[in-house]
């Protein structure tokens, strides 16, 4: 199978933060891997900007160090790589000041798309915006990117809104979430609303319930202090698995177009019921002799989660009375990102052997592997009479695509090309990203206003205690975490 690559349109694309390790390690190399597979046009250009001194070549240097190590041997072609580097410009800009925006504003092509990427903290947003039209850089038709987090409560993100919404029109803001450019979530859709099969099941009437996991075998590795500040829910559930359970919930769009796809997450978010104590429990990674969360997070008193589990209703006609269980954490068994969705037992078995029947389980991964598994029952081989038995019918993209399951985009190369071709589909919206904190603050606030400690977990275990007890209480179990 040979996938088509469109070339985009020509650009340039400034990368605000261009030194950091975001632009390093996904950003550079993921442009870099478009120029490779040919979808770069002849004069599409990248910008570097920071704070540090340096000269195109200085950071071409750094561009090439940067693909030295995080592009796979094989991708690294010599004349690509020259080619690549030749498109990269840098320009010395604080974001504060008002040094380097005239230089910045000269050195952009004329009437080609521009789009500016904000990958710096987000309290230099404002500064950005406010520059790049004040210097009559960015016009109506500029985008810019911004990356998580996207605020750390309601009021902050609605302050950011603000600040952005002063200078771009929502249409030109791109908010991303990284996880909305993995194949698999976007194939999510396509086989809910390309397919027959499932919808016409896709409710509560047989659907039992859905886990989405989220799970990491690393702990905050170096980003303690930042991880502490904000733990597992604004971390991963607000965002992240937020949008999972919004793509596995909405109702069909009327077009797979970025506003009718997003008003019908909105709905979700909306639908969600506010989650009260006995549903939710937090965990923290405990080590042999005082070692663990407290000591990586370098706060021997944080009560930061570094796991949480919940159980969170969808109060509309489609989903009444079907759960949907998240958990996410670090220092797990495995690593893993999953939704399983799991069916109800048919209305009557004709078959005595009930000990052999199994729900129908749907579960698709997001990593390692990408793929999904379909869970059916079929009768035992053999002469033993009619046994049942339980068998996946697995595809995993690297196997049934070839090298175009192994080859796929990275998330960050996807959502790129997608701001240049004006696609907001897989961006966050404005209201929805409020709506989502609208919701996770009453969770946040409840929990800070109290005294009790996470629940500790073993390292390289599937998580506290009581998140088992979560399921257990329903009849339900979560699958295991290999
Ligand atoms: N790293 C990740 O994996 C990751 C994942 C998701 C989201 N993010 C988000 O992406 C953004 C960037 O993260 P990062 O990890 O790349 O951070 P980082 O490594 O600390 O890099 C920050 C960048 O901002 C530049 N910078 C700092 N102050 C500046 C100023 N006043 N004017 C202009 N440039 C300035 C820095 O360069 P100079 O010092 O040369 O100015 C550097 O290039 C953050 O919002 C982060 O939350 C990162």
């Given at each position: 199978?040979?996938?088509?690559?469109?070339?985009?349109?020509?650009?340039?694309?400034?990368?605000?933060?261009?030194?950091?390790?975001?632009?390093?390690?996904?950003?550079?190399?993921?442009?870099?891997?478009?120029?490779?597979?040919?979808?770069?046009?002849?004069?599409?250009?990248?910008?570097?900007?920071?704070?540090?001194?340096?000269?195109?070549?200085?950071?071409?240097?750094?561009?090439?160090?940067?693909?030295?190590?995080?592009?796979?041997?094989?991708?690294?072609?010599?004349?690509?790589?020259?080619?690549?580097?030749?498109?990269?410009?840098?320009?010395?800009?604080?974001?504060?000041?008002?040094?380097?925006?005239?230089?910045?504003?000269?050195?952009?092509?004329?009437?080609?798309?521009?789009?500016?990427?904000?990958?710096?903290?987000?309290?230099?947003?404002?500064?950005?915006?406010?520059?790049?039209?004040?210097?009559?850089?960015?016009?109506?038709?500029?985008?810019?990117?911004?990356?998580?987090?996207?605020?750390?409560?309601?009021?902050?993100?609605?302050?950011?809104?603000?600040?952005?919404?002063?200078?771009?029109?929502?249409?030109?803001?791109?908010?991303?979430?990284?996880?909305?450019?993995?194949?698999?979530?976007?194939?999510?859709?396509?086989?809910?609303?390309?397919?027959?099969?499932?919808?016409?099941?896709?409710?509560?009437?047989?659907?039992?319930?859905?886990?989405?996991?989220?799970?990491?075998?690393?702990?905050?590795?170096?980003?303690?202090?930042?991880?502490?500040?904000?733990?597992?829910?604004?971390?991963?559930?607000?965002?992240?698995?937020?949008?999972?359970?919004?793509?596995?919930?909405?109702?069909?769009?009327?077009?797979?177009?970025?506003?009718?796809?997003?008003?019908?997450?909105?709905?979700?978010?909306?639908?969600?019921?506010?989650?009260?104590?006995?549903?939710?429990?937090?965990?923290?990674?405990?080590?042999?002799?005082?070692?663990?969360?407290?000591?990586?997070?370098?706060?021997?008193?944080?009560?930061?989660?570094?796991?949480?589990?919940?159980?969170?209703?969808?109060?509309?006609?489609?989903?009444?009375?079907?759960?949907?269980?998240?958990?996410?954490?670090?220092?797990?068994?495995?690593?893993?990102?999953?939704?399983?969705?799991?069916?109800?037992?048919?209305?009557?078995?004709?078959?005595?052997?009930?000990?052999?029947?199994?729900?129908?389980?749907?579960?698709?991964?997001?990593?390692?592997?990408?793929?999904?598994?379909?869970?059916?029952?079929?009768?035992e081989p053999g002469p033993g009479g009619m046994r049942l038995t339980q068998v996946p019918l697995d595809m995993s993209f690297a196997e049934a695509l070839g090298d175009e399951g192994t080859d796929m985009p990275d998330a960050y190369e996807r959502l790129i090309m997608d701001v240049i071709r004006g696609n907001q589909t897989l961006f966050m919206r404005g209201d929805e990203v409020e709506a989502a904190w609208a919701w996770t603050d009453p969770i946040i606030n409840a929990w800070e206003a109290r005294t009790e400690r996470p629940q500790a977990y073993d390292e390289g275990s599937s998580g506290p205690e009581?998140?088992?007890?979560?399921?257990?209480?329903?009849?339900?179990?979560?699958?295991?975490?290999?």
């Amino acid at each position: 199978m040979v996938s088509r690559v469109i070339p985009v349109e020509p650009f340039d694309l400034v990368i605000f933060g261009a030194t950091g390790d975001l632009a390093r390690r996904k950003i550079l190399p993921g442009l870099y891997r478009r120029h490779l597979a040919g979808q770069l046009p002849d004069n599409a250009r990248i910008i570097g900007a920071a704070r540090s001194e340096m000269d195109d070549a200085g950071f071409r240097d750094l561009a090439l160090k940067a693909l030295e190590e995080f592009v796979a041997k094989n991708k690294r072609v010599q004349s690509d790589i020259d080619a690549f580097l030749a498109r990269l410009a840098y320009v010395a800009i604080d974001a504060t000041g008002e040094g380097g925006w005239a230089t910045l504003k000269e050195r952009m092509q004329p009437d080609v798309i521009r789009a500016f990427y904000f990958s710096v903290a987000p309290s230099l947003f404002g500064d950005i915006a406010e520059r790049l039209c004040l210097h009559g850089i960015a016009g109506p038709d500029s985008r810019i990117v911004v990356e998580k987090p996207f605020g750390r409560d309601l009021a902050t993100a609605k302050a950011l809104n603000k600040i952005l919404a002063t200078h771009f029109a929502e249409s030109q803001i791109y908010r991303i979430d990284h996880y909305l450019g993995k194949e698999t979530v976007q194939n999510l859709m396509a086989v809910r609303f390309a397919n027959i099969l499932f919808e016409p099941l896709w409710n509560a009437q047989y659907i039992d319930h859905v886990q989405i996991t989220v799970a990491e075998t690393v702990g905050v590795e170096g980003r303690g202090s930042y991880y502490d500040k904000s733990g597992a829910i604004r971390d991963m559930v607000q965002n992240h698995m937020m949008q999972l359970l919004c793509l596995i919930a909405m109702e069909p769009p009327y077009h797979f177009d970025p506003d009718a796809v997003r008003d019908e997450k909105l709905k979700v978010i909306r639908a969600l019921l506010p989650v009260g104590p006995e549903d939710i429990v937090r965990g923290q990674y405990a080590g042999r002799k005082g070692e663990g969360y407290l000591k990586d997070s370098e706060n021997p008193a944080s009560r930061t989660e570094s796991y949480v589990a919940l159980k969170v209703q969808v109060a509309n006609w489609r989903w009444q009375g079907t759960p949907f269980y998240l958990r996410t954490g670090k220092k797990l068994r495995g690593r893993a990102s999953e939704i399983a969705i799991t069916f109800k037992e048919p209305p009557h078995s004709i078959f005595d052997d009930a000990e052999g029947w199994r729900e129908n389980q749907l579960v698709i991964r997001l990593q390692p592997d990408e793929g999904m598994n379909l869970k059916v029952m079929i009768k035992e081989p053999g002469p033993g009479g009619m046994r049942l038995t339980q068998v996946p019918l697995d595809m995993s993209f690297a196997e049934a695509l070839g090298d175009e399951g192994t080859d796929m985009p990275d998330a960050y190369e996807r959502l790129i090309m997608d701001v240049i071709r004006g696609n907001q589909t897989l961006f966050m919206r404005g209201d929805e990203v409020e709506a989502a904190w609208a919701w996770t603050d009453p969770i946040i606030n409840a929990w800070e206003a109290r005294t009790e400690r996470p629940q500790a977990y073993d390292e390289g275990s599937s998580g506290p205690e009581d998140a088992l007890m979560l399921m257990h209480r329903d009849g339900r179990r979560w699958r295991e975490i290999r």
